[in-house]
């Protein structure tokens, strides 16, 4: 008997031990908040981050502030073990003007070790004509859709009340006139390009969420210290009163991105692209046409009305799709599926073509198809006159496009994303004239006797291969460099 009732003395104990062990507990990540020095008339708003670290549901939860400057707002009335809310409390500035003010709210709960928890928001009011003039420019690029541009947002927006010298100026990274701006700034800090957000303040530049100027080396923070070290820098520049970004920018001529990746990629493609052994095709027998029928004397001219014929065409079809994609390719959500979509195309064609290096014929090649090659040739061997062959060139860039559209559409879309509307129609401009240069070099050399058209048609037969592999492995360099372009925030 006595054993019996010392066990269940001990299980009695047990029990209560651990009814007494768990239970809730409430918990906050920090409870003070100092807003710093903020105008009259300003609300000042902060989250407190509460949650419930004991083995037991929180509930009753209510939030009461002891003034009615000071009020507070609860999602839920229950915290489940383990999770956490959002409490928001807003102080009203109106009538502290002058004050140093240390307000207060009190979160009630079921926890019996702290039935109530106290949360802090403290700092200075001025007079709303004592507010110092905003004299710091923060200089700001974000994208639409762009999660770490967002979050820097929500972070400023937290800070403006405790800074009010502090003038923060907005720029949508493709918004017109922004890539100029933030290309001198790049070069007037001495930064590399990187993706957004990017900002400057003072003598600190922020590219990426990276820091630089503001310690030794450049500083990447995480979590909690990205606040601090925006903080650090903004102050900073309170104190020091560098010159404005704006005023270090004025005068930088910044190299931009156009030109730095877009021009040589386009002077690059449109040279590859321009050695086309379906065009040739169709010049050598126009040529040949009109030497057979006699008209030696128009071989030059035929060539080049045929060769501005392929230029209008395809300039305007470019121009075409170059303005729809830079309607439709806007916010990042949309812009970089696309893009990488475009990207992975242009790779796997690039692949395909480049195999006819070892292996041309076999399987399909990208050309034109056969069916349409016989009304091809009976349209190119009417073309007798001038005006015919400048028709006849407009003709071989529809009948053409399967062949040559690839390189074209990749670049198409590097500019749609690189390039302002005059800058895409030079750029568009120089891609059709460096690809029109062999046709006009072919007639040239035909018309001068420099060679026939019977050994031109013998170079582009016995080059096809090397022609093909050449076309495909400038669209696998485009479609890489574009898809690193994206991941980088380039693009």
């Known amino acids: 008997m006595l054993r019996r009732a010392i066990a269940v003395a001990l299980t009695v104990v047990c029990l209560a031990g651990a009814i007494v062990l768990a239970a809730p507990t409430i918990a906050v990540d920090n409870a003070t908040y100092d807003f710093g020095t903020v105008a009259e008339g300003v609300r000042v708003t902060h989250r407190f981050v509460l949650s419930n670290a004991g083995d037991e549901a929180l509930e009753g939860l209510q939030s009461t502030g002891t003034c009615g400057c000071t009020t507070s707002s609860l999602p839920t009335q229950t915290l489940a073990p383990g999770e956490a809310m959002d409490v928001e409390v807003t102080f009203h500035t109106e009538g502290y003007a002058g004050q140093t003010v240390n307000k207060s709210v ?38 639409e859709g762009c999660p770490h541009c967002a979050r820097l947002e929500t972070t400023l927006a937290a800070l403006a009340p405790r800074y009010p010298q502090l003038r923060i100026e907005r720029h949508e990274i493709h918004a017109a006139g922004a890539q100029d701006l933030l290309n001198r700034l790049i070069t007037a800090y001495g930064v590399e390009l990187g993706s957004v957000p990017i900002a400057f303040v003072g003598d600190v530049a922020l590219v990426g969420g990276t820091y630089y100027g503001l310690y030794g080396e450049p500083h990447a923070p995480s979590g909690r210290a990205e606040e601090s070290a925006l903080v650090a820098a903004i102050e900073r520049a309170i104190a020091d009163s560098p010159p404005s970004p704006l005023e270090r920018a004025a005068g930088v001529k910044g190299e931009s991105l156009a030109e730095k990746l877009t021009l040589p990629a386009i002077l690059v493609a449109a040279a590859l692209d321009s050695v086309n052994p379906c065009d040739f095709a169709v010049l050598v027998l126009l040529l040949g046409t009109l030497l057979v029928v006699g008209r030696r004397t128009k071989v030059l001219w035929a060539g080049l009305a045929f060769s501005a014929g392929i230029f209008v ?108 509307r005059s800058q895409g129609v030079w750029y568009l401009l120089l891609y059709n004239a460096v690809f029109i ?37 400038v669209m696998v360099v485009l479609g890489v460099g574009m898809i690193v372009g994206v991941r980088l925030g380039y693009l």
């Open 106 to 143: 009190y979160v009630s709960s079921n926890d019996p070790a702290t039935p109530k928890l106290w949360l802090y928001v403290r700092g200075a009011v001025l007079a709303a004509s004592a507010q110092p003039a905003a004299a710091t420019d923060f200089i700001v690029f974000y994208e």
């Open 313 to 420: 065409a395809y300039f305007s079809m470019g121009f075409g799709l170059y303005s729809l994609l830079g309607l439709t390719v806007g916010t990042r959500s949309f812009r970089e599926p696309f893009v990488l979509a475009v990207s992975g195309l242009a790779i796997l064609v690039g692949l395909w073509e480049m195999k006819d290096l070892l292996w041309y014929g076999k399987w399909f090649s990208i050309e034109v198809p056969e069916k349409w090659k016989p009304s091809l040739k009976r349209v190119t061997a009417a073309a007798v006159t001038i005006p015919g062959a400048f028709l006849v060139g407009m003709l071989d860039s529809l009948f053409l496009a399967p062949c040559t559209s690839g390189p074209y559409l990749v670049i198409l879309t590097l500019l749609s994303q690189t390039a302002t």
């Open 437 to 473: 240069l062999p046709m006009i070099a072919i007639t040239l050399a035909v018309h001068f006797g420099m060679t026939t058209t019977a050994r031109a048609e013998r170079w582009r037969q016995a080059k096809l291969g090397k022609l093909h592999f050449a076309t495909g492995l």
